[in-house]
């Protein structure tokens, strides 16, 4: 079974605010092979859905 895009959305969003709970910051996510605008897009949505809109 492969990983559709919105529940990779969702894993993503859920791990980078993991990070960001634990005190973590842009510069924790570095290393990740996201762009920085994707990291910067996920921790700024509130919510995965808000990021899966019009899908």
């Known amino acids: ?17 993991a990070v960001l709970d634990e005190g973590g910051c842009g510069r924790s996510l570095a290393d990740w092979s996201c762009p920085r605008s994707t990291v910067r ?14 899908r």
């Open 41 to 54: 897009r996920l921790a700024n949505a509130a919510t995965a859905d808000e990021l899966l809109v019009g």
């Open 1 to 17: 079974m492969t990983i559709g895009p919105p529940d990779r959305v969702r894993e993503q969003h859920a791990a980078v605010h």
